[in-house]
């Protein structure tokens, strides 16, 4: 999960004077920095614990293909239809209607501040190192801080506090500057017996079939590419707007390398028993493996860092996903309402009160980083399978597209979006879709909410007939979590 440039709330977003305006390698360095996240400092650990090596490649594999498809559609839905800029909701809804929409902004904002709870337990996890009360970041020590944490940040941001430039480049380095050296050492420490041990990792019966290992690696590579879309929002800084589609490419290959390399060189220096065995950030534990205790320290001060500065751009991402949409009638009209600086006050404190229950919730289910965020990527795929499928409709129908104009690109990479968002639903299993069926099916009384407040019709027959199946499927999946038969978080 990555931070995005919403320092400046979507609403406040203007036209960049020329003498601001980002060349290429700036554009490309704000694509990396916005995609490098938390995730990408626990990568060792998250793929070994369910694949070997092959399975890992093949995951990253099907992850290019289907992740690159979705960054042309959101650079091609950006030219398509400028219109729609509150978010890839908006996309949802233009093309498939109010009730699609609203649960796709829904998602969008679960994933969000369930991504934030993810946050706020890895930090405490990678303190564990220094003080080790704090566990995996779910002990009460950990909540503890954790919380404070948390009403710290919305104090900062409810005094209209934004990140100045001095704090993000630090952040960014932070967040760059240790992968690449961890990347550089392990390549020289790399050793080839050790990568290809058990190169297709059937000699573990516990990671079942190959396929069965490439199923449990699509969440957390979708997981450390969220944020992907948030690149759009550079558009209005460059200097060529050609030059948007060139950073996103560059950016995302280039952040696609360093994730691969951190996942698959590491299984060159521990075996992936050892990986799997590691507590997070498993960076930590693999430099420390090949340098001594300072690798450790290093990541671990690193991850802190980058984390909070991620939290506090989460937390305001968040905040404005229902301030935006309630502003728009997707979402009822208290989540619009704002402070006298500006800030969505309502949204803030609503989001972070969710925060702070989930980690309660930690706290009682012993609930891990690992969890959380496949809870968080799960959540987010409505919104980019509607994405996609929106993509593809423009093409078929040519809408927004000139008469001569070509439509096989855009529609190969809405196909391509569309169904690499299935397969991932698939690969997400049970457990996850039903925590996210009991997420958003409460979100029905404020869609309706929504609806009454512009006196529109709550549901035409379709909507209808899938709220009752959310519904029903939300109710299934409490009954299922009671009985044991599939856990809860």
């Known amino acids: 999960m990555a931070t995005t440039d919403i320092n400046v709330p979507i609403r406040e977003r203007t036209a960049t004077p020329a003498s601001a305006k980002l060349r290429l390698g700036s554009l490309t360095a704000l694509v990396i920095g916005s995609m490098v996240g938390s995730g990408v400092f626990s990568l060792p650990q998250n793929m070994a614990a369910g694949a070997g090596p092959l399975a890992i490649l093949i995951g990253w594999a099907i992850t290019a293909i289907g992740m690159l498809a979705l960054v042309f559609v959101y650079q091609s839905l950006a030219v398509r239809r400028p219109d729609l800029d509150a978010g890839p909701y908006a996309y949802a809804k233009a093309g498939f209607g109010p009730f699609v929409g609203f649960n796709s902004a829904w998602g969008y904002w679960i994933s969000a501040w369930v991504g934030n709870v993810s946050y706020a337990v890895i930090v405490f996890s990678a303190l564990s190192y220094f003080f080790p009360a704090f566990g995996d970041g779910n002990t009460w020590q950990a909540v503890l801080g954790a919380s404070i944490l948390l009403w710290l940040i919305h104090i900062l941001i409810l005094a209209g506090i934004r990140q100045a430039a001095v704090v993000n480049t630090i952040v960014t380095v932070a967040k760059i500057a240790p992968v690449v050296l961890f990347v550089g050492i392990v390549a020289v420490t790399f050793k080839l017996n050790v990568w290809t041990l058990d190169f297709t990792g059937l000699g573990n019966a516990s990671l079942g079939t190959l396929a069965a290992q490439v199923k449990s690696t699509m969440l957390v590579t979708l997981w450390v590419f969220i944020g992907i879309e948030g690149a759009s929002v550079f558009s209005a800084r460059a200097e060529r707007r050609k030059d948007i589609a060139t950073a996103t490419v560059l950016g995302f290959f280039t952040c696609l390398a360093l994730y691969a390399l951190v996942s698959l060189l590491s299984l060159g220096i521990l075996s992936q028993p050892e990986l799997a065995a590691l507590k997070n950030p498993s960076m930590a534990g693999v430099l420390e493996a090949v340098v001594g205790p300072w690798g450790a320290v290093l990541i671990n001060l690193a991850l802190v860092i980058s984390v909070i500065g991620a939290f506090l751009s989460w937390t305001l991402l968040a905040a404005e996903i229902p301030h935006v949409a309630g502003k728009d009638g997707t979402m009822p009209k208290f989540f619009s309402r704002e ?118 019709r709550v549901f035409h027959p379709v909507e209808a007939i899938i709220a009752v199946a959310l519904v029903a499927v939300a109710i299934l999946a409490v009954y299922e979590m009671w009985t044991g038969a599939v856990s809860a978080l």
Request: hydrophobic share 50%.
């Open 339 to 456: 402070s006298e600086r500006g800030v969505p006050s309502t949204s803030l404190l609503i989001t972070n009160l969710l925060v702070q229950a989930f980690l309660v919730i930690t706290l009682f289910a012993q609930s891990t980083y690992q969890a959380l965020f496949y809870i968080a990527s799960a959540a987010i795929l409505v919104p980019y399978i509607f994405s996609g499928a929106f993509a593809a409709k423009l093409a078929l129908t040519g809408e927004s597209y000139q008469g001569s104009e070509r439509r096989t690109g855009p529609l190969l990479a809405g196909v391509l979006a569309t169904i690499y968002g299935l397969w991932l639903v698939y690969a997400a299993g049970p457990a996850y879709l039903f925590m996210c069926a009991i997420l958003y099916a409460p979100g029905i009384i404020f869609y309706v909410w929504a609806r009454r407040e512009g006196n529109q």
